[in-house]
């Protein structure tokens, strides 16, 4: 039933007569009968009763109208709903990462981001990589934020910002006058210059200041081998040639941070993590390699999706953020 002919059924309702509605539509009476005829015939009803006076419809005819009006009104929401996603006025944005991304990267995006779209629901998920690999393929996460490690099929991956990983140790260590010179302040953090650099043995030093045992080796917090982190520990230890069991194990690098800023030990950490986490107190921080301690990081999405207008702002937002150095 085309829209023209329910154009004719209204207005046949309005008018309560064939004669008028034709009039009114300026069309012939018979070819509006006709019209409506085919369509009674198509969906097997009779819609107008034809015998009372004034023209009136029947049960059918009724229920016919209700269902049309009801289109009417969810296609006006329809278009609604469209009008607002593309002008940011609604929609939704679900934007993943790890624990440590989720707090370096997002709370910031979420104030501004928030601000500039009132209208937008935010949910922010946590996980693991895989995880969120897992829910972005399921299609129930926009994006995440992910390091290179990450990089499996069917995920597009847009390069974000590059950060450096520090060597961190507990803000009550103590150092000695070699390290306290080589130690990289909290502004120089993330600098665009080379740092300088030390080697894992020279901390061997700081043992009898702090107490260390070291019977087992340097008191390293490391990740899984699966993780960016744990790959590269790996890496500048085999490089020292520093040996022994790493005696303190965690699943999530926010977690071998935080327990690093209580005294458990020491552990790697990037950079723009560090300057965000809302902590007072801060490590001391340490260049092992300019070359080796670089890290990717990306935003990922579901290869071959076209954005919603919601999810390319957020994008857009986080890139031009990283590119004036606010992230």
């Not at 629901?121 to 990589?129: K, Q, Y």
């Not at 590269?232 to 230890?237: A, G, K, S, T, V």
Request: glycine content about 6%; aromatic content about 6%.
């Amino acid at each position: 039933m085309t829209d023209e002919v329910i154009q004719y059924i209204r207005v046949v309702l309005q008018e309560k007569s064939f004669s008028k509605a034709a009039k009114k539509l300026s069309i012939s009476q018979p070819a509006i009968s006709s019209q409506i005829r085919n369509a009674e015939k198509e969906l097997r009803i009779t819609i107008f009763d034809r015998k009372t006076r004034p023209l009136s419809l029947t049960q059918e005819g009724k229920l016919l109208l209700d269902y049309l009006n009801r289109r009417d009104l969810l296609e006006k929401d329809f278009k609604e709903k469209l009008r607002s996603l593309s002008s940011l006025e609604g929609g939704m944005l679900r934007i993943g990462g790890t624990s440590a991304f989720n707090i370096a990267y997002v709370p910031n995006m979420v104030s501004r981001y928030s601000r500039r779209y009132p209208g937008i629901d935010i949910h922010v998920m946590e996980g693991t990589p895989e995880r969120l690999r897992r829910e972005l393929l399921d299609g129930n996460l926009d994006l995440f934020i992910s390091s290179p490690t990450d990089m499996q099929g069917g995920l597009h991956f847009e390069p974000l910002t590059e950060t450096k990983i520090y060597y961190c140790l507990p803000p009550e260590a103590k150092l000695t006058p070699q390290l306290q010179r080589m130690e990289i302040p909290f502004d120089r953090l993330d600098a665009p210059e080379d740092d300088p650099e030390v080697t894992l043995p020279m901390f061997r030093s700081l043992a009898e200041i702090n107490g260390w045992d070291l019977s087992e080796g340097l008191p390293i917090i490391r990740l899984s081998p699966e993780r960016n982190l744990g790959q590269m520990l790996d890496i500048l230890m085999k490089r020292d040639h520093v040996t022994g069991r790493v005696p303190v194990m965690a699943d999530q690098a926010v977690t071998a941070y935080i327990m690093t800023m209580k005294g458990a030990g020491t552990c790697l950490m990037s950079g723009i993590d560090i300057r965000n986490f809302p902590l007072k107190e801060r490590p001391h921080c340490f260049m092992l390699s300019n070359r080796i301690c670089r890290r990717m990081m990306y935003l990922v999405w579901k290869e071959g999706t076209v954005l919603p207008p919601a999810v390319q702002a957020c994008v857009e937002m986080l890139m031009e953020s990283a590119r004036n150095g606010e992230l």
